[in-house]
C-alpha cells in the first residue's frame, strides 16, 4: 500500500529553502540481525494482546494505550542506539520499554502496580521509567517530554559526553508550544537530539489534517534548522536505516535530526476509546502492511525463515510473559506506610 503523502502549502520564494531529504533503504541486515527484530516486535505484541487480556479481567487497571501496528517504530529506532544513549517516550510507550531492554517480567508488575515493577509500582502503564537504562518515562502530558529530552542532551554535552538522546511522540505535538520550544532551541544550541514523530494521523480522535494548517511534519519541522526525514514507519528495516543515518549526522555534531515515521495504530486510542473516528476500511487497508507480517514474509522469500523458527520464537516469548503474569500476579503491593516515600528527595529517610 503506498502512503499518501502530505499536502505542501505554496512556498514562499524569500524564505530559505528547508532541508528536507527522503531517507534511502539499504537493506543489508544479517538474517540473525533480521531475526532479533522479528523477535522484539513480535515480544510487543504478544506482550500487549496479554495485557488487553488482563484489562478485561480487571488485573490491569487505569490508562492502557496499546501500540499494537508501531511495533517497528520502537524496534528500528532502538536498534540505531547504543546503551549509553538516553529515552524520552510518551504514554503509548510500553514497546519502546521492551525494545529498549527493559524486561517483560520489570514491565508486567509496572502494569500491575506490584513493587517489582520498572517504577516501583507507582507509575503502571504511563510511566514505566528506567534510569538504569536512561529510560525516563513514560509521560502522559502531550509534548510533555520534549523539554526533558532537550535538558538531558544539553546536560550529557556538558558533561563531554557522546551520548544522543532520543525522544518519541506523537503527531498531536505538533499542536503543543513544547515541541516549537525545543526543535527552536535545539536547533539554535546543536543539541544531540533525535526528535521521532510517530505519525499514526490521529490524536485521539481527531485527524491531523483536522487540527493542522501544514501536515507535511518533516517540512516544518526542517524550517527550524534541522535535518529532517519523512519514512516509512511500517518497515522496521527502513526505520531502523534511517534512524542509524540520523544518529550519525547527530553524533558527528550536527545538531538535531527529525524523523517522522509515517504508521498507524491498529488498535483505538486507549482502552475507554469506542474508535468511531475512522473507518473500517482505512484500518484493514494499514493493517495489510503489518509491520510484523511484513518482515516475517521478507525473510521467507529470501529463505531466512521457516515456519518452525517462528513458532520457536513465539512459544519463547509465551513463556516469557507467562512467567511475567505469574510474577506479577505474586508481587506484592507497596504497603500504605511508604506512601511518602519518593516524594522529596530526603522523604525516605524521613519516614520510617
Ligand atoms: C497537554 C495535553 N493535552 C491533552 C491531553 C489529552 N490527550 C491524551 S493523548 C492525546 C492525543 C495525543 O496524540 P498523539 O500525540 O498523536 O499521540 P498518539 O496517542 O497518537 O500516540 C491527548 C490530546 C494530554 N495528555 N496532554
Ligand atoms: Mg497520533
Known amino acids: 500500500m503506498s502512503v499518501a503523502r502530505p499536502t505542501r502549502t505554496r512556498k514562499d520564494p524569500a524564505q530559505p529553502k528547508p532541508r528536507r531529504k527522503t531517507a534511502k533503504t539499504k537493506r543489508s541486515a544479517s538474517t540473525g540481525h533480521r531475526t532479533d527484530l522479528l523477535e522484539s516486535m513480535l515480544r510487543i ?17 487505569g490508562f492502557v494505550h496499546l501500540y499494537i501496528g508501531e511495533e517497528a517504530v520502537a524496534v528500528g529506532v532502538n536498534g540505531a542506539l547504543t546503551a549509553g544513549d538516553a529515552v524520552v517516550s510518551t504514554y503509548r ?11 517483560s517480567d520489570a514491565v508486567m508488575a509496572e502494569m500491575y502496580g506490584r ?10 502503564s504511563m510511566h514505566l521509567f528506567d534510569a538504569s537504562r536512561r529510560f525516563y518515562g513514560g509521560n502522559a502530558i502531550v509534548a510533555g517530554g520534549l523539554p526533558l529530552a532537550a535538558g538531558l542532551a544539553l546536560a550529557d554535552r556538558m558533561r563531554g559526553r557522546t551520548d544522543v538522546t532520543c525522544c518519541f511522540f506523537g503527531d498531536g505535538a505538533f499542536a503543543e508550544g513544547e515541541f516549537h520550544e525545543t526543535a527552536n532551541l535545539a536547533a539554535l544550541w546543536k543539541l544531540p537530539l533525535l526528535l521521532v514523530c510517530e505519525n499514526n494521523r490521529y490524536a485521539m480522535g481527531t485527524a491531523l489534517e483536522r487540527h493542522e494548517a501544514q501536515t507535511d ?26 534512524a542509524r543515518r540520523a544518529v550519525e549526522g547527530i553524533r558527528a555534531g550536527t545538531g538535531p ?15 475507554y476509546d469506542p474508535d468511531r473516528y475512522r473507518d473500517k476500511s482505512e484500518i484493514e487497508q494499514w493493517r495489510s502492511r503489518d509491520p510484523i507480517r511484513l518482515l516475517r514474509d521478507r525473510m521467507r ?18 513463556t516469557e510473559i507467562d512467567h511475567a503474569v505469574e510474577a506479577a500476579e505474586r508481587a506484592p503491593e ?16 524521613a519516614v520510617s
Open 115 to 124: 513493587t517489582t515493577g520498572c517504577s516501583g509500582g507507582r507509575g503502571g
Open 301 to 318: 522469500e529470501n529463505g531466512e525463515l521457516r515456519d518452525k523458527d517462528v513458532e520457536a520464537i513465539e512459544q519463547r516469548i509465551t
Open 217 to 242: 511534519l518533516a517540512m516544518r519541522a526542517a524550517s527550524y534548522g534541522m535535518v529532517a526525514w519523512s519514512v516509512d514507519g511500517m518497515d522496521v528495516e527502513v526505520v531502523e536505516e534511517a
Open 93 to 103: 510507550e510500553h514497546g519502546h520499554a521492551l525494545a529498549r531492554g527493559i524486561t
Open 45 to 61: 505484541r504478544h506482550f500487549e494482546e496479554r495485557c488487553v487480556e488482563l484489562y478485561s479481567a480487571a488485573k490491569i487497571r
Open 257 to 271: 535530526h527529525f524523523l517522522e515515521l509515517r504508521t498507524y495504530r491498529f488498535r483505538a486510542h486507549s482502552m
Open 334 to 349: 507497596e504497603p500504605v506506610e511508604n506512601l511518602l516515600h519518593h516524594v522529596t528527595s530526603s522523604s525516605a529517610e
